[in-house]
């Protein structure tokens, strides 16, 4: 069964920055690119940021390139996001799966809230 586990969200100030991590299992880790996206009420899921298989590829978002830096550890089968100038607008909830270019399962963990305000 796949599994996502997002946490690392919070209320943090403008200009603040976090670090979010999802811890996966169900599938191998290994072989899969990893991303993750975020979503506001209303709106649909944002893909933010991916990272290729072998982990020296990425892609972000325009909105969040220089700002946002997505990382695995293959061993703890983890993808990480470190966030830092965190604006207003990044206030969303969290969420990661696998694929580069689009989700690749249809399940998605319960993410975790970031919110950004003075």
């Known amino acids: 069964q796949v599994q996502f586990v997002e946490s690392g969200g919070g209320l943090v100030q403008p200009g603040g920055s976090l670090r979010l991590s999802c811890a996966a299992s169900?599938?191998?880790?290994?072989?899969?690119?990893m991303s993750w996206y975020r979503q506001v009420p209303g709106k649909e899921r944002e893909l933010v940021a991916a990272?290729?298989?072998?982990?020296?590829?990425?892609n972000y978002a325009g909105s969040v390139k220089g700002r946002f830096t997505i990382s695995r550890d293959h061993a703890k089968k983890t993808v990480y996001l470190q966030m830092n100038s965190l604006k207003p607008e990044d206030t969303a909830v969290y969420y990661c799966?696998?694929?580069?270019?689009?989700?690749?399962?249809?399940?998605w963990g319960q993410g975790t809230q970031v919110t950004v305000s003075s």
């Open positions: 799966n696998a694929g580069f270019n689009a989700a690749t399962f249809g399940s």
């Open positions: 169900g599938f191998t880790f290994s072989n899969n690119a």
């Open positions: 990272i290729a298989r072998v982990g020296s590829i990425t």
